[in-house]
């Protein structure tokens, strides 16, 4: 069996004392692809670095570079942000536009000292927008797939994605949370859709089920290493000093929960995910 991550940070921080213990792991756990996501300016670099240095150590493993500027980092980017986020996307024809989209969650919910969002400005839902539009744009302009992170603005950005252009093959909604009615208007707008191992903890039932209701030609699997850590059960690879991060050779694990979850072979399950992963990252 061979496996793609459709979202990841590999380039992240706190996965750099790791990365060259994880790369021939991820190897040996049969995962051949993934994409690797920026979410901000200070960690495009680094993706690019590390997109350009695999395939030389690393030659069975493929990965997608992705940048974007993800809705938490809005509100600090600097007045230059779209031209580098350009130079970058136009510096590898391989690059997908990611991690974008809209977060209500940051300004509604989250607690004030999150450590997560410290330091950050919490950009207001109306400038989140006008910001994912122009990445949109920027996607549709380079014929580049787009990943997409949105919480608790599922019928706004419905209907952000309705009012078009959109990326000609397609964008991504990573680990989907929404609700099952708006699959469907996702999907036909060329949505894909990608379960995250953490989904299998016993809380997360709801969205169980509605991975049950995805047709599988629309289906993508992800880590989002280093968050996201699934159930022990379901996360048989540790980080060394390091445990409570989410190491990305945990995708086949995911891939054999959902089999069975969606009550089909595996064999079947990673066959229509490579193809699926093909269309959108790869263009194949």
Not at 56 to 64: D, E, F, S, Y
Not at 122 to 145: G, K, S
Not at 239 to 257: D, G, I, K, S
Request: glycine content about 4%.
């Amino acid at each position: 069996m061979t496996y793609c991550d459709a979202h990841n940070h590999l380039a992240a921080p706190a996965l750099a004392p790791h990365v060259s213990a994880i790369l021939p792991a991820l190897t040996a756990a049969g995962v051949t692809h993934c994409v690797v996501n920026g979410t901000e300016e200070a960690d495009w670099p680094t993706v690019a670095a590390l997109a350009a240095s695999v395939p030389a150590h690393h030659p069975a493993l493929h990965l997608t570079p992705s940048y974007g500027l993800h809705p938490w980092d809005t509100g600090n980017r600097s007045p230059a942000w779209l031209e580098t986020l350009r130079h970058y996307l136009v510096a590898d024809p391989r690059a997908a536009v990611g991690e974008i989209g809209l977060d209500r969650w940051m300004l509604d919910r989250a607690r004030p000292d999150d450590p997560r969002l410290a330091g950050l400005r919490r950009a207001p839902l109306d400038e989140q927008r006008d910001l994912f539009q122009t990445q949109l744009a920027l996607a549709v302009a380079l014929d580049r797939p787009a990943t997409i992170h949105c919480i608790d603005a599922f019928g706004l950005l419905l209907e952000t994605l309705q009012a078009g252009p959109l990326p000609p093959r397609g964008f991504l909604l990573h680990a989907y949370s929404g609700s099952v009615e708006l699959v469907a208007p996702f999907a036909a707008l060329g949505a894909y859709f990608s379960f995250n191992g953490a989904y299998l903890a016993p809380r997360h039932a709801r969205l169980r089920a509605l991975y049950q209701t995805i047709p599988l030609e629309r289906l993508l699997i992800e880590t989002d290493a280093p968050a996201m850590l699934a159930p022990a059960a379901h996360a048989p690879f540790a980080l060394a000093a390091a445990p409570a991060l989410n190491h990305p050779a945990n995708l086949a694990a995911t891939y054999a929960a959902l089999a069975t979850l969606c009550e089909v072979p595996l064999a079947t399950l990673t066959a229509q995910v490579a193809a699926n992963y093909r269309r959108l990252f790869l263009g194949a």
